[in-house]
């Protein structure tokens, strides 16, 4: 979708009064005051307080120098007052004063980026990237502040839409946008041990170099992919494998256990033999196989089977418009939609408890 088209889909963490997408090419720099009420060292944006995003701000919180200054956006109010209560209860337990691990709610994303040096955005899907990016830019030049923004999207979004977006925030010169999808799921973000793979110019080592001080706030490692736009492809590109080794362990463990083997020994022998992957080991199927997998507390949790829709549904965009061939990609799109008309809400491991009713059905 052109970034000039309106935008049909409802914006995620902010308001806006026009659907249509139109940036200023002005490379004036504006030069305004910050709010002296701030009184920071530095001030953080972050944007998307989902189950990703509300662990990731939550890590991001504790670790940025308490003196520091967090501005957080959702649209979901009661994600937003939990985050400040709890950054609250977390300031009063460690006995530091009221100045300190400063949280400050904004009313849209245009107020967050206005006062952040680093803004951080993790939404849903491709429009919802949009429209807050279309909020932020939609007015005069961003006020200057004391180095060069920095937009980091954590989104799992298309390429081609990735890419718009750099180019409407580097061509009117409102800072620097880096495309950094994670993988690691929930737990990895809760535990700040995600993975961060990133898309920006090697030419700028100290951009690279930022982005990486930024990102392992949140994460374990991260990974400099290449240029613009390199990061969601390689995040595509591994969510294509795992939709695809999801499928396959659900199908293997159902084929196992009604062969007469034992789910835990069937998963053991996977494990220490050339199958083994992350759907049979971490997010095992099974129920009670793996206890902390989502399979043994009902699928609740985890990574949802409409996410692992979208992602599914944008590897194979990207793979078109590449021209490259997808052998189980259609195979893989109708059992995920099935799916997900069925179950949706739970954890894509879902798809053995589909195999299995199927089973029982024949």
Known sequence: MSMSRALSLPMRGVSVASPVLRFSQSTSTTTRAFSSSLRRDDTWGFIGLGQMGYAMAKNLRAKIPATDTLIIRDVNESATKRFVEENQEAVRKSGAGEDTSKVVVAQNAREVAEQSTTLITSLPEPEHVKNVFYCILRHDDLPALEKERLFIDTSTIDPAS?????????????????????????????????????????????????????????????????????????????????????????????????????????????????????????????????????????????????????????????????????????????????????????????????????????
């Open 162 to 362: 990735s890419k718009e977006i750099a180019n409407a925030i580097h061509t009117t010169r409102q800072g620097r946008f880096v495309d950094a999808p994670m993988s690691g799921g929930v737990v990895g973000a809760r535990a700040g041990t995600l993975s961060f793979m990133f898309g920006a110019s090697s030419q700028n080592g100290q951009l690279v170099d930022r982005v990486q001080s930024v990102l392992t706030l949140m994460g374990k490692k991260v990974w400099h992919m290449g240029p613009s736009g390199t990061g969601v492809s390689a995040k595509l590109a591994n969510n294509y494998l795992l939709a695809i080794n999801n499928i396959a362990t659900a199908e293997v463990m159902n084929l196992g256990i009604r062969c007469g083997l034992d789910p835990k020994t069937l998963a053991d022998l996977v494990n220490t033999s050339t199958g083994r992957c992350w759907p049979m080991e971490v997010n095992n199927p099974v129920p009670g196989v793996v206890e902390t997998a989502p399979a043994s507390r009902e699928y609740e949790g985890g990574f949802g089977i409409s996410l692992m829709s979208k992602d599914l549904r944008l590897a194979i965009s990207a793979a078109e418009d590449s021209g490259t061939p997808l052998a189980l990609a259609d195979i893989a799109r109708g059992v995920y939609k099935a799916v997900e008309d069925e179950h949706r809400g739970k954890d894509f491991s879902v798809v053995y408890k589909w195999l299995q009713e199927r089973s029982v059905a024949q």
